[in-house]
Nanobody, 122 residues
Framework: QVQLVESGGGSVQAGDSLRLSCAAS????????MGWFRQAPGKEREFVAA????????VYADSVKGRFTISRVNGKNSVYLQMNRLKPEDTGVYYC???????????????WGQGTQVTVSS
């Protein structure tokens, strides 16, 4: 069992940066692929980024590629999402997720966090 708690959300202006953090419980954190999703008001939850167990391999949604970076520190049981050059369309609730492998975490994660709100104003 893995419990995930996100933090770092907030309200920013377009062009600003934010760094989201996700703290995971459990001794098996390093065996999981980790991902980030977001859900805008009135829209379905969508995939943002995912990284494999070591962080050495990552995938991104086209909408964030080149602006967002996912990273992890297994010794701290933490995964991060560095978001640069934020746009109003990046607004939403951001969720941390865990799964057995990248291809699974980006489609059907096993565990979800409770989410953190990101609001980008123009």
């Amino acid at each position: 069992q893995v419990q995930l708690v996100e933090s770092g959300g907030g309200s920013v202006q377009a062009g600003d940066s934010l760094r989201l953090s996700c703290a995971a419980s459990g001794r098996t954190f390093s065996t999981y692929a980790m991902g980030w999703f977001r859900q805008a008001p009135g829209k379905e939850r969508e995939f943002v980024a995912a990284a494999n167990w070591s962080g050495g391999s990552a995938v991104y949604a086209d909408s964030v590629k080149g602006r967002f970076t996912i990273s992890r520190v297994n010794g701290k049981n933490s995964v991060y999402l560095q978001m640069n050059r934020l746009k109003p369309e990046d607004t939403g609730v951001y969720y941390c997720a865990a799964g057995a492998a990248v291809e699974f975490v980006r489609t059907t994660p096993d565990y979800w966090g409770q989410g953190t709100q990101v609001t980008v104003s123009s």
